[in-house]
């Protein structure tokens, strides 16, 4: 196997001057952070290295922040904290493209409550029905056991008056507590099946890399590494982007690579998923650990 397989990031710090982490599934599990994570990111700082979270949370950058916080991920342990809804909601403010200029105001959100942030301040009239709507805010499920097949018929009434579609989170599925749901990327995934228009924000796209980067300001590429669990998202991002990367098998792809009672995965298997998705990790670990 031509991977280089980790057991800790100790391994290949040195290599690099900045990160960029991904959250949900690599430092905590939407609850708590995974054991080690804190005793890592704390040595990862005291050697000097400059730490940025991009998350594709369908909400603001400050809010993300605040409950990494909450679940014991302290603030100094980071050195700038992005979102996929940071950037879809800069963008519903500022209009600076020809998508958001022709996009209307009207909003029917297509999210829970707790992402009611990303339509304040914005400009933004919320309604109550696609009839009423110039365009779709797609942060997500309301509940953790819903299916895209239950947005079937909203999303037809939509493609059938051409309603946009801005989705602020990529992501097709997510791990909480060991279950696995829904994202908006799924629903998104299936009104552009249908021949909707969506704007994806969020990893894989260039423009939250560009936003990381910059943030970073590390002028050398190769001396960046990008961490997440996602082939799909974080390691297609990070090859796009030109930087290195490191897959955490135990994440969302758990399952598909076979992960035994050590927490290793078999390696066939996760040389046969690699492969299949087309985008390539530079490294792989089992967790996020020192």
């Given at each position: 196997?031509?991977?280089?397989?980790?057991?800790?990031?100790?391994?290949?710090?040195?290599?690099?001057?900045?990160?960029?982490?991904?959250?949900w599934g690599v430092l905590h599990d939407g609850s708590s952070p995974f054991p080690g994570v804190v005793d890592a990111l704390r040595e990862l700082k005291?050697?000097?290295?400059?730490?940025?979270?991009?998350?594709?949370?369908?909400?603001?950058?400050a809010l993300v922040a605040a409950r990494m916080v909450e679940i014991g991920l302290a603030r100094e342990l980071f050195d700038h904290i992005h979102s996929s809804g940071e950037e879809a909601w800069q963008h519903l403010l500022r209009r600076e493209d020809a998508f958001y200029a022709a996009l209307g105001r009207r909003?029917?959100?297509?999210?829970?409550?707790?992402?009611?942030?990303?339509?304040?301040?914005?400009?933004?009239?919320?309604?109550?029905?696609?009839?009423?709507?110039?365009?779709?805010?797609?942060?997500?499920?309301?509940?953790?056991?819903?299916?895209?097949?239950?947005?079937e018929a909203l999303l037809l009434e939509a493609r059938a008056r051409g309603l946009p579609m801005v989705c602020a989170n990529p992501d097709l599925v997510v791990v909480h507590q060991g279950r696995r749901s829904?994202?908006?990327?799924?629903?998104?995934?299936?009104?552009?099946?249908?021949?909707?228009?969506?704007?994806?924000?969020?990893?894989?796209?260039?423009?939250?890399?560009?936003?990381?980067?910059?943030?970073?300001?590390?002028?050398?590429?190769?001396?960046?590494?990008?961490?997440?669990?996602?082939?799909?998202?974080?390691?297609?991002?990070?090859?796009?982007?030109?930087?290195?990367?490191?897959?955490?098998?135990?994440?969302?792809?758990a399952e598909e690579f076979g992960l035994g009672e050590d927490g290793a995965p078999d390696l066939d298997r996760l040389e046969a998923a690699i492969a299949a998705s087309g985008h390539r990790p530079d490294a792989v670990i089992a967790a996020f650990r020192w």
């Open positions: 196997m031509s991977l280089r397989l980790l057991t800790g990031l100790r391994e290949i710090a040195a290599g690099y001057d900045g990160l960029i982490l991904d959250l005291a050697a000097g290295k400059r730490l940025v979270v991009l998350s594709n949370a369908p909400r603001r950058a909003c029917y959100h297509m999210g829970p409550l707790r992402d009611d942030n990303m339509l304040e301040g914005a400009g933004l009239t919320r309604v109550g029905a696609i009839a009423e709507a110039e365009f779709i805010l797609n942060t997500g499920p309301s509940d953790w056991d819903e299916t895209v097949g239950q947005y829904i994202c908006a990327g799924a629903v998104a995934e299936r009104y552009a099946q249908i021949g909707g228009s969506v704007r994806w924000h969020g990893k894989p796209h260039a423009p939250v890399y560009a936003t990381c980067l910059a943030t970073l300001g590390i002028a050398d590429r190769r001396r960046v590494l990008a961490v997440g669990d996602s082939l799909r998202t974080d390691i297609a991002g990070a090859n796009a982007a030109g930087i290195d990367s490191v897959l955490v098998t135990g994440g969302i792809h």
